[in-house]
């Protein structure tokens, strides 16, 4: 199982939305579904996640109702061997959305364009075969400027198969058109194996992180739930419900058990429903509690 999984919180579409995005990409599909029971809080029936892969990673998509709007704070960039590729995918993507940074030639890419599609979902595209086909890229804007760096480290020291890949930061010259100089102007760091970028972004934004895009974490024993909770919670951070948190900079985690699919097996539905209101009642989630729903007759 992936270890981290980007979560993406939709209105109601999130069914529609990962069959465009499986559309999207070769080798891509989607891998299972949940419904809302009794336990609601959508109607009972409706779709609540759809878990899917793209280009073999892993996503999982919920409907959450009108509550979160995707910001660019978080972003997914895509590494296109062709500029063919490139092109394909900037006119699908832009297709209902909107050009954050229009395609073209830049200093750091020879064919690059950053749009947010008809979801509100917003994806960098680079010319360029990467060794990670789609990395989520976080950028420290506002408040959390400068903090990139801080981040990587902390991250880096929470999981095994982990460091810090390649830093570049902005020079003095740069810090003048909206940089801060030393900051992170592109940061690849890896988690658990998996890739990731981090990037300070300036203070003059006006969105920052938010639940929209939420990182999973699959914990196999409560153990492992326990000790990320507080050493993501720590120095800033807040509890959320639900075994949600936010971090002292402001991005989203869910610690969860590895096995909760198969505790929220659509096949299942009534022992979906009762580890669903469990879930409900809980900050941090306790193995044995959703067990023990689940196992009742």
């Known amino acids: 199982m992936q270890k981290i999984t980007p979560f993406l919180w939709f209105d109601a579409d999130a069914e529609q939305a990962a069959k465009f995005y499986v559309s999207l990409f070769k080798g891509s599909k989607i891998t299972a579904k949940t419904l809302y029971g009794a336990a609601g ?72 364009g950053w749009v947010q599609d008809r979801y509100g979902l917003s994806w960098q595209l680079i010319l360029g075969k ?29 999981f095994k198969d982990s460091r810090i890949v390649q830093v570049e930061r902005y020079t003095k010259a740069e810090a003048k058109s909206g940089g801060t100089e030393g900051g992170i102007k592109h940061a690849v760091f890896a988690l658990a194996g ?6 300070d972004g300036g203070v003059a934004h006006r969105f920052a ?22 050493r993501l919670t720590a120095k800033g951070g807040e509890e959320g419900e639900c075994g949600w948190l936010k971090d002292a900079y402001g991005v989203s985690w869910q610690v969860v058990p590895a096995t909760l699919p198969a505790l929220l097996d659509a096949k299942e539905p009534a022992r979906a429903d009762r580890v669903i209101r469990a879930i409900m009642g809980m900050r941090k989630l306790d193995i044995a509690a959703l067990e023990r729903a689940y196992g009742k007759k």
């Open 41 to 112: 809080p959508m109607p009972k029936g409706t779709v609540m996640t759809v878990a899917f892969e793209l280009a073999g990673q892993g996503f999982t998509a919920l409907n959450g109702g009108r509550v979160f709007a995707f910001t660019p704070a978080i972003s997914f960039f895509v590494g296109c061997e062709t500029k063919a590729e490139l092109d394909a995918l900037w006119k699908k993507l832009i297709d209902g959305g909107s050009a954050l940074m229009e395609l073209g030639a830049y200093p750091f890419a020879e064919r690059y």
């Open 130 to 158: 990467r060794s990670q086909k789609i990395t989520p890229c976080l950028m420290f804007v506002g408040a959390q400027t400068g903090k990139a760096g801080e981040a990587m480290e902390r991250y880096t020291s929470l």
């Open 194 to 199: 998996q890739q990731f970028i981090a990037m």
């Open 209 to 230: 992180f938010n639940e929209a895009v939420s990182l999973v974490v699959n914990c196999e024993t409560q153990g492992e739930i326990d000790a990320l909770w507080k």
